[in-house]
């Protein structure tokens, strides 16, 4: 079992640019979610999807960030134009269905580390 | 407007002895609870979970107590080992109300000093 992927671990950008994350959850996995941890606000959740469908994007900051899940094994985190105040580590979590529909333990990848000078 | 409170950003124990980690919540539609644990550079893992029918739930060296009237949880672990030092993520979820949502507290970094 590889666990969630994600990629990259680390990135270095400059205020502005363009910036994506990647994940890939655990095969058979059909919930997806998507954290950011910073010092002051701790872990949060921006958005998660359900058999590829966004369900709750109330945590997304801001339309400079998007999320998609074009399939069961892939989604991307996308900020652009990016920040400063975006620098945090942003975290992948997938899990199984659970009773009636209601999932169970969230299983999270290494995380990637952005940095925007 | 913080829904899970971790109120001690930091506990140092020493080995052999007993960690207490605390936590509490605002939200009487939480139902499910979890703790969760990360090692630097690594993703949060499950450690032990309570539905909120339950008062205690135990997994060897670890111990979950709720108290649904106070809204407060804790987690337990005895003994405490060096290898147990790691941030602990207390983490709530409506689950009954068919959310997958976890809203998470900020953490409790403990050091379980040799």
């Known amino acids: 079992d590889a666990g969630v992927i994600q990629s990259p671990r680390h990135e270095v950008t400059e205020m502005g640019q363009e910036v994506t994350l990647r994940c890939k959850p655990i095969s058979g996995h059909n919930s997806l979610f998507w954290y950011r941890q910073t010092m002051m606000r701790g872990l949060e959740l921006l958005i998660y999807?359900?058999?590829?469908?966004?369900?709750?994007d109330s945590g997304m900051p801001e339309d400079r960030f998007s999320a998609k899940m074009p399939n069961a094994s892939f989604s991307t985190l996308k900020i652009q134009p990016s920040e400063p105040r975006d620098s945090a580590v942003y975290f992948c979590a997938s899990s199984l269905p659970g009773l009636a529909g209601r999932t169970d333990t969230q299983y999270f990848g290494p995380g990637t580390r952005l940095t925007v000078l | 407007d913080q829904q899970v409170k971790q109120n001690s950003p930091s506990l140092s124990v020493q080995e052999g002895r007993i960690s207490i980690l605390n936590c509490d919540y605002t939200?009487?539609?939480?139902?499910?609870f979890l703790w969760y644990k990360k090692y630097p550079a690594e993703g949060p893992t499950f450690l032990i979970s309570?539905?909120?029918?339950?008062d205690k739930n135990e997994d060897g060296r670890f111990t979950v107590f709720l108290n649904k009237s106070a809204k407060h949880l804790s987690l337990h672990i005895v003994p405490s080992q060096p290898g147990d030092s790691a941030v602990y993520f207390c983490?709530?979820?409506?689950?009954?109300?068919?959310?997958?949502?976890?809203?998470f507290g900020k953490g409790t970094k403990l050091t379980v000093n040799p």
């Open positions: 939200n009487s539609m939480f139902d499910y």
């Open positions: 983490a709530a979820s409506p689950r009954l109300g068919g959310s997958e949502k976890l809203v």
């Open positions: 309570i539905s909120s029918i339950k």
């Open positions: 999807f359900n058999n590829n469908v966004p369900i709750d």
